[in-house]
């Protein structure tokens, strides 16, 4: 079976990025674990199982220059429009983040199948509720943008965790990386293994933008770097970031050692504790063959879609990632005080992009 796609936003994450990343390893200035395709339509040309059928976009030259790109036979300027008309099984959604929410339940409550949603999700609690809601209610599958869980290194730092080789799991860390962003948050939650429930959030944050209308502090016109976090989970497991400047580089602590990503996913290194001098000693990991995390993430989707069962990007875990990044706000607005879930304020907004 091919499953019918459709673009709602025709834009950087779904069609430039690409050009972006081809020409910088032209240059020589490119290092890290990102593998081609990176964009949502080269991901969607390479997997056998899937055809963008449609797409849109309110600016008619971006959406005519992506169909001809990719070989899109029809373009709609509404989403309620394509979605009504060509009923998608597989939607992508790669709009400002402000239209996300609007489009994802629509396109939830009207046959959709599967939506692979860019980061950040929505721009407030209230948003990402509705979402789950409707999601849940009309059992459709969802892969969050954040590409890392699903890219080379990062997998095999999560399998050496579960091997249980350097005994339990103990915190995540993150030397670098924004609250509502998506990445930074999502990648953490992945060592944890997404761990339930959230005990407290605590967090301070770095140079606010409010929105000049507003005195509230209930509308945030750009999101900001987290200065320091800990995230406490009921497991005991849990989750720190600290403002350093080293974005990229990910730890993952072991009773028994410590796994670390190097230059966002280029490279893997792992240390075990030597139980007579408790020093950390370098260990041989297997060779990993790197591998796009567009294509594989779509490839989940797929799957979750055939058989029911969640990928490793999944709704549960998009929905902790963003309930955490909303809490660190709430946090930090009240002097870095621990918060506990469900975070207050639901209705504050947020614009990351």
């Known amino acids: 079976m091919t499953y019918r796609v459709g673009i709602i936003g025709c834009g950087r994450m779904a069609n430039t990025i ?55 036979p029809r373009g709609y300027t509404d989403f309620r429009e394509l979605i009504e008309v060509e009923q998608p099984d ?10 996300h929410a609007e489009a994802m339940i629509y396109g939830a409550e009207h046959g959709v199948k599967g939506m692979y949603a860019e980061k950040p999700l929505c721009c407030s609690l209230a948003e990402a509720d509705a979402i789950r809601d409707a999601f849940e209610r009309n059992k459709v599958f969802l892969a969050f943008g954040p590409a890392r869980r699903n890219r080379a290194y990062f997998q095999k730092a999560r399998e050496i965790a579960e091997s249980g080789e350097l005994g339990a799991v103990k915190s995540a860390l993150g030397f670098g990386g924004n609250s509502i962003g998506g990445h930074f948050l999502d990648t953490l ?8 429930p ?41 989750l720190h970031a600290a403002a350093t400047g080293a974005r990229g580089e990910f730890e993952l602590v072991c009773e028994g050692g ?19 001098t408790r020093a950390y000693d370098p260990v041989e990991v297997e060779p990993v063959t790197p591998f796009s995390g567009t294509e594989r993430k779509i490839r989940e989707l797929v799957e979750s879609i055939k058989t029911g069962v969640p990928g490793a990007s ?24 621990a918060v506990r879930p469900p975070v ?10």
């Open 258 to 276: 410590i796994i670390r990503i190097q230059n966002d996913g280029e490279s893997i290194s792992v240390r075990k504790r030597d139980t007579d």
């Open 18 to 72: 690409e050009d972006e990343q081809i020409a910088r390893r032209k240059q020589g200035t490119y290092r890290g674990g990102i593998v081609l395709p990176y964009c949502h339509a080269g991901g969607y040309a390479v997997v056998e199982e899937t055809e963008i059928v449609v797409a849109c976009d309110i600016v008619k030259e971006k959406l005519q220059t992506f169909c001809e790109r990719w070989n899109v």
């Open 198 to 238: 959230v005990v407290s959030i605590r967090g301070t944050l770095g140079e606010l933008y409010p929105d000049e209308r507003d005195t509230s502090n209930m509308r945030f016109v750009k999101d900001t770097p987290i200065l320091s976090a800990l995230v406490e989970f009921d497991n005991s497991t849990t």
């Open 90 to 99: 597989i939607l992508s959604i790669t709009t400002r983040p402000e239209q």
């Open 344 to 353: 207050p304020n639901r209705e504050r907004w947020i614009s990351s992009w």
């Open 314 to 337: 999944n709704l549960r875990a998009t929905m902790l990632s963003t309930e955490i990044g909303f809490g660190i706000y709430e946090s930090h607005l009240q002097g870095g005080v």
């Open 189 to 196: 939650l992945y060592f944890l293994g997404d761990p339930e």
